[in-house]
């Protein structure tokens, strides 16, 4: 076959076009940058996979990504099944060695219904899995009771699999973020879900390797037999067969992308890799004997065809063709769900051991955790809550809904007592003050209700297919959103509404879709924004959205020419321009427009007090959505609804990654690897000193610690040009590290910047270090920050906001770092500087409840419906244990979850559906979760028809009904029982009620309710 050589311009492009004239191919792309470009731009079939390189370096203990092991592991899967037609790899990720097919065929596990499971925990391990409890994310399994959950690489969904014994009696896949099951399969496979596997053979074979490199360097590596999960970079050490991925793809033509850059690539990768492990000779001996092979191999190849825009002298070629082509810059994706769950930034009910929580009646005390006790009335769950004095209080589990965590500022908080009415006292004075808050914010805002606008109806066939475009799947709390702001902008009524959430959750895709609206009911947008730099990338975001939909975007900022201002200004007016972004200059007197119907301000506190009063006159007359990456709890929100609008975005779309956090002194050396390790998984790194008369000392120190990436800095005081090429050229990935001041710190959304390193940290505040860290983990990449200092100017402040930083790093982390300071919610100017007492001494949740109910009496609503009252029946004295046995369900957080959600119900339909989701997580219910949800239906029942309390006197074989107001006494009629009711004491007795038939008359009363109710 001819070796040919295709000179084109853009070598993307032309794969693109070419790709379906292969029937099998192996594309090799030179770098990780243009394999994660081309992903970027094509639309993924299912015979086709990507296999990237290691995205950290070998013997790094955070080890492979999880994103990165799925995606080599799911076509290892793919090609097992010969499913692959199509394999798309970067030229170093292909030279790793890997698991050998053969090894991961046997090791690969045929499951069907009526079969044995014949995996257990261990097997599972020695397979790549690691245990959970719930499983989200490729790679984990967890087992409860009967039910095994195991996420296979290369599977849409994870598995749950149920057994009686060990036979197998179905198999479901589940959504990982409900943990709901989807669909029933006959048959599945369980494959390895790493390419390092320690089953005893291999491991035995690895230790034996080990001991003989360290034999052959003549010293000692004391951690290395125990970092065995460490090796996946090595794959190579665990297998007698040592292979690569190209042995399995023989009857595969070969594309080669740009070969010279690729060779270059590989051998700058490998120079880096041994120089940091030049410390470490026994990990140097094994990486080069176990890691990889050389990349001469490629050189040896009988067939290709070569693909590039650069010089080809490497390898040969037999001919070779020009052609030029349009470039793909984005394809349209269909839009599909992703796997990875959404996790809401606060969770009321998660509760640890040692937490500050409210109850309602007690006031401020410390969880200490469930316990279980045991009496006559049978097996319960109790809170216990410790109070002022060591006194403790328990709270049965079933009413759990009136205990929530804390969140408050906790300097200077004090646990409650339970002696005298100290806590009363506190609840009614806080009621006070948010009667007048409320009162003064009616005020406020009362006078927009009076002014009629005119509604913006829009075109619902065009917001469809504009809704379509989107290439991502929504957020439920971004879909509701974007509801919320298009009914404003129907209703008739200006629109004044805040959308808050944190940094890339979201919020600009709800601007853009009000921006839409408005554009087609023949009005224009004003985008106004506190920065160039966010100028600049609104102008883009909303030029990608709208332009394709012929609506004219323009930007607005210090950059334009004169003569370039004039001419907008002057289409601005005529109404030639239908969305216009800029800066504060938006606001001078000179700017007109044809007609203005909408004026979205992003990072509205980082405007001064005169625009902000200019802003206060626009929303008398037009809409204005306002935008915050302040990320005020969403319950919050919710009680002031009724007074400013507000939306708020509390959940982070699917995917995204919370950033790894690293504080430390600064090390050049540390530096050097995390720049590198970034540059050779093909992102880019951002690299914050906020001193710029230290910059260009700084941008020599670096080039000299890095001659081999590219590295350019931007700051505010640059020439226009220049820092406009610099910024271009970071955000279109031709500049791998970006020397900044905090200008990026608002707003600013590279996906492709993955690694952040801020040098003198010590000199932030929490806000900023919290909205730098914003600046990484966009994507579904894994993001690194690095919070570096002077360790000889660290104050004790200082080192007390690195803790907090490096403390709250896990999921939902926005809220538990800004609750550390509360300035970052912004409390102070959403409430006034007061209220922050106020909601320290009472807790947040019931602060809001309070301010719920000001509201309502506001409003002249007295009586609140009974759907929506808390359900507050007491059962006293029912003998039957009411519990979620642990072994049942594991995980303590869980189960405190699944009580409270039955505690929360109010509808019987919610309890029939927390029990069949218990059943299909969980197994077959135990009798006394069983008993537990006959015991809740009972007490909803009981609170439907007006009762308060349900008592049984087990002596005197009674029960006694306590009223509440509006009981209706002839609501209770039974056949076998008498019942008597008095009207003065407002109760009911029913008698005689023996034990065993307690459970049947209780049901009959509350559960048979319309048989028996007038």
Not at 301 to 324: M, Q
Not at 370 to 389: A, F, H, M, Q, S
Not at 837 to 863: C, F, K, P, T
């Amino acid at each position: 076959m001819e070796r040919r050589l295709y000179r084109v311009n853009d070598p993307i492009s032309w794969i693109e076009k070419n790709l379906s004239s292969f029937d099998k191919v192996l594309v090799i792309f030179p770098t990780e940058r243009m394999l994660e470009s081309f992903a970027a731009v094509h639309a993924r079939k299912e015979e086709e996979g990507y296999f990237f390189s290691h995205d950290v370096f070998p013997f790094e203990e955070i080890g492979t990504s999880p994103r990165i092991r799925a995606e080599r592991v799911s076509l290892l899967y793919n090609l097992s099944l010969g499913r692959l037609k199509k394999v798309f790899g970067s030229f170093h990720g292909l030279l790793r060695k890997t698991v050998p097919l053969d090894v991961f065929s046997e090791l690969t596990i045929a499951i069907h219904r009526g079969g044995e499971l014949k995996v257990d925990e261990e097997i599972l391990a020695r397979m790549g899995y690691c245990r959970t409890f719930n499983v989200t994310v490729p790679g984990e399994f967890s087992i409860k009771g009967s039910i095994t959950d195991i996420f296979i690489p290369g599977n849409s969904h994870p598995l749950r699999i149920e057994t009686f014994d060990r036979e197998i009696e179905s198999i479901r896949f589940f959504d990982p973020s409900t943990q709901k099951s989807v669909e029933r399969l006959d048959r599945a496979w369980i494959t390895p879900a790493a390419e390092s596997l320690n089953t005893p053979d291999n491991e035995e074979r690895a230790r034996r390797r080990i001991e003989m490199a360290e034999k052959t360097v003549g010293t000692r590596d004391e951690t290395l037999l125990d970092r065995m999960d460490t090796m996946d970079t090595i794959a190579g050490i665990f297998y007698e067969k040592q292979t690569i991925l190209p042995d399995y793809l023989k009857d595969y033509a070969t594309v080669f992308v740009r070969p010279d850059e690729a060779f270059a690539e590989y051998a700058r990768r490998e120079k880096e890799t041994i120089e940091l492990l030049s410390e470490r000779p026994v990990r140097k001996f094994l990486y080069i004997r176990y890691g990889g092979v050389s990349s001469e191999i490629f050189m040896k190849l009988a067939d290709y065809t070569i693909v590039s825009d650069s010089t080809v002298k490497l390898i040969p070629y037999d001919s070779e063709l020009t052609e030029t082509l349009e470039a793909v810059r984005s394809v349209q994706r269909e839009r599909e769900e992703e796997f990875v769950p959404r996790v809401p930034i606060v969770d009321w009910t998660e509760l640890e051991e040692g937490d500050l929580v409210v109850h309602k009646e007690y006031g401020i005390g410390r969880y200490l955790g469930v316990r279980t006790i045991e009496n006559v009335l049978g097996v319960r769950e109790y809170l216990v809550l410790e109070y002022r004095d060591n006194n403790k209080i328990y709270v049965p589990i079933e009413r759990v809904d009136r205990v929530h965590k804390y969140v408050g500022n906790f300097d200077g908080v004090q646990l409650n007592s339970l002696k005298g009415n100290g806590w009363g006292r506190q609840k009614s004075k806080v009621r006070q003050e948010v009667k007048a808050l409320i009162s003064e914010l009616t005020n406020l805002y009362g006078s927009r209700e009076i002014v009629r606008g005119i509604p913006l109806a829009g075109d619902a066939e065009m917001e469809k297919s504009f809704r379509d475009s989107f290439p991502y799947v929504e957020t439920d709390d971004q879909l509701k959103a974007v509801d919320e702001v298009l009914s404003d902008l129907q209703s008739g009524r200006p629109m004044d509404r805040l959308i808050s959430g944190d940094a890339g959750y979201g919020k600009t895709e709800v601007a853009i879709r009000a921006a839409f609206r408005s554009v087609l009911s023949g009005k224009q947008v004003a985008v106004m924004v506190p920065t160039t730099v966010l100028a600049r990338q609104h102008h883009e975001n909303f030029s990608t959205r709208l332009a394709p939909f012929g609506i004219r975007v323009e930007i607005l900022d210090r950059y334009r020419t004169e003569n370039e201002r004039s001419r907008i200004l002057r289409k601005l007016k005529k109404g030639e321009i239908d969305v216009v972004v800029g800066t504060h200059s938006l606001l001078s007197k000179d700017v007109q427009f044809a007609d203005l119907g909408l004026v979205i301000v992003d990072e509205e506190q980082l405007f001064g007090v005169m625009q902000k009063e200019h802003f206060k006159k626009l929303r008398l007359q037009i809409n204005v959505l306002s935008m915050s990456a302040t990320p005020i709890p969403r319950t919050l929100y919710m009680s002031l609804s009724g007074l400013r609008d507000m939306s708020v975005i509390s959940t982070p779309p699917a995917g995204r990654t919370t950033p790894e956090i690293y504080v430390g002194s600064v090390n050049e050396r540390l530096i050097r690897t995390a720049v590198l390790r970034e540059v050779n998984r093909g992102g880019q790194t951002i690299y914050v000193h906020n001193r710029v008369n230290e910059l260009p000392d700084l941008l020599l120190r670096l080039r000299e610690l890095l001659p081999e990436v590219s590295i350019e800095m931007a700051h505010g005081q640059m020439n226009k040009t220049a820092f406009e090429r610099t910024i271009r050229s970071f955000y279109t990935g031709n500049l791998d590290v970006l020397l900044c001041t905090t200008i990026i710190e608002s707003g600013v959304d590279v996906p492709n910047a993955n690694t952040l390193i801020v040098d003198d940290s010590h000199r932030y505040g929490l806000a900023q270090l919290y909205q730098l860290r914003g600046r990484v983990g966009r994507s579904t990449k894994r993001a690194f920050s690095y919070f570096l200092y002077d360790a000889r100017r660290l104050t004790e402040p200082s080192r007390e906001r690195l803790k907090a930083l490096k403390e709250f790093s896990g999921a939902g982390s926005g809220m538990k770092l800004a609750m550390r300071d509360l300035e970052i919610r912004g409390f102070g100017t959403l409430l006034g500087a007061e209220q922050h007492g106020n909601i320290n001494s009472v807790g947040l949740y019931l602060y809001r409840e309070m301010v719920d109910r000001a509201l309502r009496e506001l409003r002249g609503e007295q009586e609140v419906d009974i759907q929506d009252r808390a359900v507050d029946t007491e059962l006293k004295n029912i003998p039957f244990d009411m519990v979620i046995p642990e072994t049942f369900v594991a995980d303590s957080i869980e189960r405190l979850k699944i009580y409270r959600r039955i505690a929360a119900c109010r509808e019987q339909e919610e309890i029939n559906e927390i029990e069949a989701e218990m059943k299909d997580r969980f197994g077959k219910l135990p009798v006394q979760v069983e008993s537990l949800l006959t015991a809740s239906r009972i007490r909803l029942g009981a609170f439907r028809l007006a009762i308060k309390a349900v008592e049984y006197d087990a002596h005197l074989e009674r029960v006694l009904l306590t009223h509440a107001e509006n009981h209706d006494r002839n609501s209770i009629r039974l056949k076998r029982e008498k019942v008597l009711v008095n009207e003065r004491e407002g109760k009911t007795m029913i008698y005689p009620v023996p034990e065993r038939r307690l459970m049947r008359v209780l049901q009959e009363i509350f559960l048979g309710v319309e048989e028996i109710v007038h």
